[in-house]
């Protein structure tokens, strides 16, 4: 046990990995400058664990702001999501992308040397699979990417390596997720995009919720069972866990490693409408639409290294993932407004 310093613990999977570390017997601090978060996710946070998270409201480009977290707290290590996501955005934006990301985790990372705490645990992605890999992806596959978001996500992989490579101290876990969905079972924190939302539960929750008309299926004429694409969903409360056993690995493991976190299955488009209808008793109109640039027909993941290594399986099903999505949802119609 220690305490953890989560960039980006307000967001979407920070905040139910804070939920988990502290119900752990973690000391947890945050640092995030609400980009893309509200401050009311670490109240909601303290409400389902009765505990306090110390919150710096800032910006992991900050150098003093981040030297004053490491003056103030005994950290232990670090676990590393705050970023910018967006795929389309990041292609409009390719500057903003490689200033958060990429010199972002460059801030961090000098300031985890200076203050000698060579723990980290990384958001990576599985969009580092590129296009040109047969599913299910294995973490020795090579990596590329199309649009500058993946390419943050390649090249911050490349800096830990290289990272351990001059410093053997370090130890790194390169965990990367595959489709994280649901949200924890008291409904108290989920997804809460801004705007229109790119990815596939949130545009079925906002259908279900009566915020959007229909949902635009992206695609029914690729080469899977029902010619929509297919993703490996995993429930954001397995995925938190997976971040504990990491952190875990990390005491007696050093390296820079990556790790596959998924369920190993796909669901195409038209299974998870399915499973979200049967589940949740309500109805979702679609429309087929083209295909969206840079899709891939499927994406999946070989999970038998995390299973091996971490001692880590994800355990909730499609059904648990739909039904956790909607109860976020239809109890917080507005996100934490
Ligand atoms: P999120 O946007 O909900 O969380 C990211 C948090 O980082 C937000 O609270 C945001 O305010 C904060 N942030 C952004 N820029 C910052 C900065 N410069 N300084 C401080 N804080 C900053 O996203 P998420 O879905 O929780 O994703 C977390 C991580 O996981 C990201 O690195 C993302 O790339 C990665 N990831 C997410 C998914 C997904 O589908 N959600 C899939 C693969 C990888
Ligand atoms: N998708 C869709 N309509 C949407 C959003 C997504 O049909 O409004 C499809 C998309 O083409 C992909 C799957 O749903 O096959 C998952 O998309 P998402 O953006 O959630 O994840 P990613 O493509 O990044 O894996």
Redesign the pocket.
């Known amino acids: 046990m220690g305490k953890i310093l989560i960039t980006g613990g307000a967001g979407y999977i920070g905040t139910h990995t804070c939920v988990e570390l502290l119900n752990s017997g973690y000391e947890v601090a945050v640092i995030d400058n609400l980009s893309n978060s509200d401050r009311k996710s670490l109240e909601r946070v303290k409400q389902i664990t009765s505990k306090e998270v110390s919150f710096y409201e800032g910006d992991i480009l900050d150098s003093d702001i981040l030297g004053r977290i490491f003056e103030e707290n005994k950290i232990d290590a670090v676990i590393h999501f705050a970023a910018l996501k967006a ?1 389309g955005e990041s292609v409009e934006k390719p500057l903003d992308y490689y200033k958060v990301n990429i010199a972002g985790t460059l801030e961090l990372l000098n300031a985890m040397k200076k203050y000698n705490v060579k723990k980290m645990v990384f958001s990576s ?3 580092v699979y590129g296009v040109n890999n047969p599913a299910p992806y294995k973490e020795d596959m090579p990596l590329s990417a199309t649009n500058p978001y993946g390419t943050t996500k390649v090249f911050i992989e490349r800096i830990l390596d290289d990272l351990y490579t001059s410093d053997n101290d370090w130890a790194i876990a390169k965990l990367r997720y ?2 994280p ?1 649901g949200a924890h079972e008291s409904g108290l924190i989920g997804e809460n995009p801004n705007g229109i ?8 929750t906002q259908v279900a919720v009566g915020k959007r008309e229909y ?5 029914d004429d ?1 080469e899977t069972r029902d010619g ?4 490996d ?1 995993i429930h954001v409360v397995d995925l938190s866990l997976g971040h504990i056993k990491a952190l875990e690995s990390l005491e007696n493991k050093k390296g820079s490693e990556a790790y596959n976190l998924g369920t190993g299955k796909g669901y ?2 038209f299974d ?1 409408v399915k499973a979200f209808e049967k589940v949740n008793h309500v109805e979702i109109k ?1 429309e087929i ?1 083209p ?2 640039a ?4 499927e ?1 999946y993941a070989d999970v038998k290294k995390a299973e091996r290594e971490l001692k880590w399986k994800a355990d909730k099903d499609i059904e648990d993932m739909c039904r956790d999505s909607w109860n976020w949802q239809k109890n917080n119609p507005n996100g934490y407004k």
């Open positions: 795929v992605s599985a969009t595959f489709n969905i939302p790119n990815n596939l539960m949130p545009f079925i949902l635009g299926v992206f695609g690729y929509t694409g297919v993703r969903y195409s488009v998870i679609y639409m295909r969206r840079g899709d891939i027909a994406s």
